[in-house]
């Protein structure tokens, strides 16, 4: 039976890099995966899933308003499909996390989500939320703070290198907007070590 994982981190934890390494082992063994990834995050351009070592692949949209399951299917009538990987899963609405889960049960593919669990405010994304309550299983991937702590938490930071709490859920950026830090300095707002 095929099911649907969530993996999920803080960021700079290697989601992308697991994943990339994941489609690379089933390619290995002769098997096909389809990679998708958010369109808004374009980083490491428009349609490409890359990591922080030099890894990176081609990869599928989707958007706010594409149906998944809809363009998984067809996908896969085109030429068969053994796995499909979701990088930014974080990004996925509701609607889509439910159309995954039919992927899963009616066309038997298994998928694996990659993402973000909490935003920088400390609270869930939306399709972060829908995978931990829909996902067959749930794999936390860790990463550490500069303090050695475990990273559960990440903060945006200004152009001053200082904690922001508020704003706009989505900001589109790397280790020069973000840190990922452990719940006590996340509550500090100290995002490196010259902040203590």
Request: overall charge neutral; aromatic content about 8%; hydrophobic content about 40%.
């Amino acid at each position: 039976m095929a099911k649907l994982y969530f993996n999920y981190s803080a960021m700079n934890a290697g989601k992308s890099t697991v994943l990339l390494q994941a489609s690379h082992n089933y390619h290995e063994q002769g098997m096909h995966t389809l990679l998708m990834t958010a369109a808004l995050d374009d980083r490491a351009g428009v349609g490409r899933i890359a990591s922080r070592i030099g890894l990176g692949k081609e990869a599928d949209l989707f958007g706010g308003d594409t149906d998944v399951f809809a363009s998984i299917s067809a996908r896969h009538a085109e030429k068969h499909i053994d796995c499909v990987m979701i990088d930014e899963a974080q990004f996925l609405s509701d609607a889509q996390v439910w159309q995954l889960c039919r992927v899963t049960d009616e066309l038997r593919i298994p998928v694996l989500c990659y993402g973000l669990r909490t935003d920088f405010m400390g609270k869930l994304f939306p399709g972060s939320a829908a995978l931990l309550a829909l996902a067959d299983h749930l794999r936390e991937i860790r990463t550490i703070c500069w303090c050695g702590s475990k990273a559960s938490m990440v903060l945006r930071m200004d152009a001053g290198g200082n904690a922001v709490k508020a704003g706009t859920q989505v900001v589109i950026g790397g280790n020069d907007v973000y840190a990922s830090v452990c719940r006590k300095h996340w509550k500090s707002g100290e995002p490196h070590r010259d902040a203590e």
